[in-house]
């Protein structure tokens, strides 16, 4: 079953976002809940879920959809931290709940979702290509603010 995210989920997430990079700083003074709690109150911000039978979250995926004064007044969505199980990767889990966040978007007239992946490994492209996004059409550019990457 796919959802959108419960007030009790937040440490399963926490979990899983852990898997996606390893390397996160931990936030102090509980601004993780603050902004998941956030994300929850959003009509526009959607954290969906894929469970197994038993209730355990094997997968996440973020979409936010933002409002567009062009085409033809039609919102866009951006996909960003899709993460599966460790160790339930490889099974199909990943393509479900992108799936989900596609129909979603679709059927909010979004005209387009786009995904950015900072992975440079060809699986992980060649996994967004078979979800049905491409690769050959928009170039992604990154910013980041003086001492964390930035200029």
Avoid at 61 to 67: D, M, S
Avoid at 85 to 104: S, V
Wanted: charge should be negative; proline fraction near 3%; charged fraction near 30%.
């Amino acid at each position: 079953m796919i959802r959108e995210a419960r007030a009790e989920d937040f440490g399963r997430l926490s979990e899983l976002h852990a898997q996606l990079h390893h390397d996160d700083l931990e936030p102090e003074h509980g601004e993780d809940r603050a902004v998941f709690d956030e994300i929850r109150r959003s009509e526009s911000l959607h954290l969906f879920l894929l469970e197994d039978d038993d209730a355990n979250v094997q997968a996440t995926c973020y979409l936010n959809i933002i409002p567009n004064m062009t085409r033809g007044a039609s919102p866009y969505g951006i996909i960003e931290n899709v993460v599966t199980e460790e160790k339930l990767r490889g099974q199909g889990l990943g393509k479900k709940i992108i799936r989900h966040a596609l129909q979603f978007a679709w059927d909010r007239r979004c005209y387009k979702v786009m995904l950015q992946t900072g992975s440079k490994r060809a699986s992980t492209h060649n996994f967004y290509k078979s979800c049905g996004f491409r690769g050959d059409e928009k170039f992604g550019f990154v910013a980041r603010p003086p001492g964390n990457g930035g200029l």
